[in-house]
Nanobody, 122 residues
Framework: QVQLVESGGGLAQAGGSLTLSCVAS???????MAWFRQTPGKERQCVSAISWSSGNTYYADSVKGRFTISRDNAKNTVYLQMNRLKPEDTAVYYC????????????????WGQGTQVNVSS
């Protein structure tokens, strides 16, 4: 089993920045990782993903140019740097891991974190 714990959520003003972190623990293996977000009544959406080697990344159109995904495999941690935040970025953000090391889109999350709330005020 793999446990994923997100942190870094909170309140930001429009135009501001937040950085989310996700630490993986438990059974370690080479896995691609992703950040999803969800708002009430809507499906969970993949906003960004990254392969094990960091050689391949994916961004949803809605966050391209504003969000940056990165990872530190020595720390089993993936980050999501969110800049120029908009009120529509308000959501619960989830970290997910795919048991494959390569990046596959649509991203198949085999493991999920509990989520961290991000609120962006206008």
């Amino acid at each position: 089993q793999v446990q994923l714990v997100e942190s870094g959520g909170g309140l930001a003003q429009a135009g501001g920045s937040l950085t989310l972190s996700c630490v993986a623990s438990g059974r370690t293996f080479r896995y691609a990782m992703a950040w999803f977000r969800q708002t009430p009544g809507k499906e969970r959406q993949c906003v960004s993903a990254i392969s094990w080697s960091s050689g391949n990344t994916y961004y949803a159109d809605s966050v391209k140019g504003r969000f940056t995904i990165s990872r530190d495999n020595a720390k089993n941690t993936v980050y999501l740097q969110m800049n120029r935040l908009k009120p529509e970025d308000t959501a619960v953000y989830y970290c997910a891991a795919d048991s494959s090391s390569i990046l596959r889109i649509p991203f198949k999350g085999d493991y999920w974190g509990q989520g961290t709330q991000v609120n962006v005020s206008s």
